[in-house]
């Protein structure tokens, strides 16, 4: 007998609807995590080095993706689909780990503590990430990927603002533990688009329900430690794969840099409330958003990768030059806001397009491994870039500290015009042709 709801395989909507979903779900904590309570700890006195501590302890598990993503090629419970088991557990970890931040007593007082609860929420974040980008590469056809990486980012983007919007107006009105929890409801409705779809047609909703697993998933499913290491050791170490990783290193660490920032700005060198602060934020990463949703994959596909991320990268620099040498406006609201949505549309479109080429980069045969060790490799630069805000903020002032943020972008500008992605492609159609498709299974 059929199953009433359509599997993610056979139906276009769900699939977008259900990576939509996931992905909101990782922007709700990422948004009070990265952007709203740093924005009250520093409403609250605390130290911008405290305040960049903690965005590294929240920011800290996601570099441990690389060791989560192999566990997930290796092993998994075939019946329940490929993917979808882990993304189930990384969704129930991250519901019951951002209810356990509510419960923190004294959080400004006990940053210890504070940190432990953000780093869990980190963990399974980046646990439910993994897994939710691997569901993608196996169940989306190539020719959807584009405007499914532009729905994915842009939804996280939303959830991201909507989260750091009505998250920081229920800190103020009703207090940190009750704000979280208000905030957690959300995460546990989502929690239902994973669980009532399946992957593939035929396979079980639960351990104990009937189905069976996909001859599908039997062919893509690796069972050899050898098999994935020698493959993702032999495509990685490729010139472009190398020189795509520092890439996305420099880039990734200047956004979280610059994200880290601003609230610290706004809020103890222009006097804004935390509240201010978020309710613009909150508008600039909504605008952002739905910009990628509904134009960022677009200009991509019909310009080409490179060439954007050039256009994005030069008017980034531009952009926070402007906000340097223009200080006699930075007590105008206009001028601040206007630097924040046109970043935020800067940031979602370079985002989409530096994920897109991390897709097209990676050999199909360790798509997932491969794929998350650019994303550890983007992580890692986060939490560098969050933990040098002390140590520049306390030997520079507020110009040259917004500034090394645009020296970081041209710096990674510089790196990209020696990346050949043709050329990538090419060599890992010929490792692929040289390869022994009885020791290393293809994924298709």
């Known amino acids: 007998m059929s199953n009433p709801i359509p599997s993610l395989s056979q139906n276009t909507f769900l699939r977008y609807f259900n990576f939509i979903a996931l992905y909101v779900a990782q922007g709700i904590p990422e948004g009070m995590a990265f952007f709203g309570i740093p924005a009250w700890m520093a409403m609250n006195g605390k130290t911008p080095g405290e305040i960049g501590s903690f965005v590294a302890a929240v920011g800290l598990p996601w570099s441990f993706k690389m060791i989560v993503a192999p566990l997930m090629d290796r092993f998994t419970y075939l019946p329940m689909g490929r993917r979808r088991p882990w993304v189930l557990f990384g969704q129930f970890g991250l519901m019951l780990s951002f209810i356990a931040m509510s419960f923190v007593p004294d959080p400004l007082n006990n940053l210890n503590l504070f940190m432990a609860a953000g780093f869990m929420v980190g963990l399974f974040g980046s646990i439910q990430d993994v897994a939710t980008d691997g569901m993608a590469i196996d169940i989306i056809p190539?020719?959807?990927?584009?405007?499914?990486?532009?729905?994915?980012?842009?939804?996280?983007?939303?959830?991201?603002?909507?989260?750091?919007?009505?998250?920081?107006?229920?800190?103020?009105?009703?207090?940190?533990?009750?704000?979280?929890?208000?905030?957690?409801?959300?995460?546990?409705?989502?929690?239902?688009?994973?669980?009532?779809?399946?992957?593939?047609?035929?396979?079980?909703?639960?351990?104990?329900?009937?189905g069976e697993a996909s001859h599908e998933t039997k062919r893509m499913q690796l069972t050899s430690w050898s098999v994935i290491f020698r493959s993702l050791y032999r495509v990685c170490s490729l010139r472009n794969s190398l020189l795509f990783g520092m890439i996305v290193f420099i880039t990734q660490g200047s956004f979280n840099y610059i994200d880290t920032l601003i609230p610290i700005f706004t809020i103890?060198?222009?006097?804004?409330?935390?509240?201010?602060?978020?309710?613009?934020?909150?508008?600039?990463?909504?605008?952002?958003?739905?910009?990628?949703?509904?134009?960022?994959?677009?200009?991509i596909d019909r310009y080409g990768k490179i060439r954007m991320l050039n256009i994005y990268c030069l008017l980034l620099v531009t952009l926070i030059s402007m906000l340097v040498f223009l200080k006699i406006y930075w007590l105008e609201s206009w001028f601040i806001s206007a630097f924040m949505v046109i970043y935020q549309v800067l940031y979602v479109f370079s985002t989409i397009g530096i994920f897109a080429i991390a897709m097209q980069c990676c050999w199909k045969k360790v798509s997932a491994s491969q794929f998350t060790l650019y994303m550890t490799i983007a992580n890692i630069g986060r939490i560098v870039g969050a933990k040098v805000i002390g140590p520049i903020k306390e030997n520079f002032n507020w110009e040259y500290t917004l500034l090394f943020f645009g020296l970081m972008i041209l710096f990674a500008w510089f790196i990209m015009q020696f990346l050949r992605i043709p050329v990538h492609v090419k060599k890992i159609a010929d490792l692929e042709e040289n390869d022994n498709p009885v020791q290393m299974p293809a994924i298709t």
Request: one cysteine or more.
């Open 142 to 210: 190539i020719h959807q990927q584009a405007k499914a990486n532009g729905f994915m980012w842009g939804s996280k983007i939303i959830g991201t603002s909507v989260s750091l919007a009505i998250g920081s107006s229920l800190l103020n009105a009703y207090g940190f533990s009750a704000a979280i929890l208000m905030l957690s409801i959300l995460v546990c409705l989502i929690m239902l688009v994973p669980l009532f779809l399946r992957e593939r047609e035929g396979e079980r909703l639960l351990p104990f329900t009937k």
């Open 268 to 299: 103890q060198a222009l006097g804004w409330t935390d509240q201010a602060y978020s309710q613009f934020y909150a508008t600039a990463t909504l605008i952002g958003g739905i910009g990628g949703m509904i134009i960022g994959g677009a200009l």
